[in-house]
């Protein structure tokens, strides 16, 4: 599978402190990737690079061949809290980047039926709860069609059974839209059933300890034995990269990243 997304990082570092180093990550297209690792070690600050919001750093990302120098409309990019804009709508806030722009509000209208809320359109966002505003972001998250979509744990703050419909409806679109997805997660069991492989990181100076592949065939049940032994396998993965020291850094050592 040839890669849509290319993420090179030789080096990323915070007041001298290096959190990211020797990365090599390609993403084909359609792909769900779920990225793991030690708290505070690097991953959001990969999805920044990755979306061309963190520039200081040594490496480059692609996008079908293309740099990603600065913020794109090719990468979709939905944050662990909604950011949604109060004094604006839901469609409104769907819409954002294209305020005004003819067919906007039509295509915001589209993405909100997928998404479940075209009844809450014109809703401020204090109306909505907390599943309801992520739905919205990820809504957002694919309003100018990219070929990326970045998710920097978007269902951590919702309860269990909210998450795992969103889970459900996530998989739904990403697949509709056809767009390769890299997630960032604490969550193995949602690492697991989302993705089509999993990387696990270091803890910092991150680096790719381990791919995870997950081959079964979807939809998937969330009490398959295989699935379980694939969470174990990560989970042991994840204890060794968490304690493992290199150097004068360990994982008592990660930065807020």
């Given at each position: ?6 993420i ?10 290096i ?11 359609g ?10 070690c690097?991953?959001s ?8 919001l ?13 740099p ?11 944050f ?38 075209h ?6 966002p204090k109306?909505?709860s ?12 694919l ?15 919702v309860?269990?059974?909210?998450r795992?419909?969103l ?10 839209h ?25 803890a ?29 396998r990560?989970?042991e993965?994840?204890?060794e990269a ?8 360990s ?7």
């Amino acid at each position: 599978m040839s890669a849509l997304l290319s993420i090179r990082v030789a080096r990323k570092a915070f007041s001298g402190q290096i959190v990211l180093e020797n990365i090599r990550l390609d993403i084909g297209q359609g792909e769900v990737v779920a990225l793991v690792g030690p708290s505070g070690c690097g991953k959001s600050t990969l999805l920044r690079i990755a979306a061309g919001l963190e520039r200081e750093f040594a490496g480059e990302v692609h996008v079908a061949g293309q740099p990603i120098r600065a913020p794109s409309p090719a990468v979709g990019l939905m944050f662990q809290e909604p950011r949604l804009l109060p004094w604006l709508t839901v469609a409104e806030n769907v819409a954002f980047s294209e305020d005004g722009e003819r067919g906007a509000r039509r295509r915001a209208l589209e993405l909100l039926a997928e998404v479940e809320l075209h009844d809450w359109a014109d809703a401020l966002p204090k109306q909505l709860s907390g599943g309801m505003a992520q739905r919205v972001a990820l809504a957002r998250g694919l309003f100018r069609q990219p070929a990326v979509l970045l998710l920097d744990e978007p269902f951590s703050a919702v309860d269990a059974l909210k998450r795992m419909r969103l889970q459900e409806l996530l998989l739904r679109v990403v697949y509709r839209h056809a767009v390769t997805t890299l997630m960032v997660t604490h969550d193995v069991d949602e690492a697991v059933y989302l993705a089509d492989r999993v990387i696990v990181f270091d803890a910092a100076p991150a680096t790719v300890r381990a791919e995870v592949p997950v081959t079964l065939e979807r939809p998937r049940s969330r009490t398959d034995v295989e699935l379980a032994g694939l969470r174990a396998r990560l989970l042991e993965t994840l204890q060794e990269a968490a304690t493992i020291s290199r150097g004068p850094t360990s994982a008592l050592h990660c930065v807020s990243t």
